[in-house]
């Protein structure tokens, strides 16, 4: 069941990294789309929202969600494989 959730948090990620490249994409061709510039910025919260969740669930996906204050610590958590239930 966990591991469901924990899938349901990284395809939430997933869809925000498609949206913000098809986005991105269009704003290379319309630069100044107000609307396509409001819309980017809404799925760029939307993920960073989606990539804390999924960190706090289940690690950093990248190095920069690695980092705290207490430096490189992810390292002592249990990796995917030492996961129960997955």
């Given at each position: ?5 924990n899938?349901?948090l990284?395809?939430?990620v997933q ?10 994409l269009f704003?290379?061709t ?8 409001e819309?980017?910025k809404?799925?760029?919260e939307?993920k ?9 669930a289940?690690?950093?996906?990248t190095f920069?969600d690695a980092a705290?204050?207490d430096?490189?610590?992810?390292i ?8 129960k239930?997955?």
């Open positions: 069941m966990e591991h469901q959730s899938d349901k990284l395809k939430r869809i925000c990294d498609f949206l913000l490249l098809e986005t991105a704003l290379d319309h630069p100044d789309n107000r609307e396509a510039k819309y980017f809404k799925v760029l939307m960073k929202k989606a990539t804390a969740q999924y960190t706090e289940c690690g950093p996906l920069e705290d204050d430096g490189w610590s992810w002592n958590k249990p990796w995917p494989w030492q996961r239930g997955e």
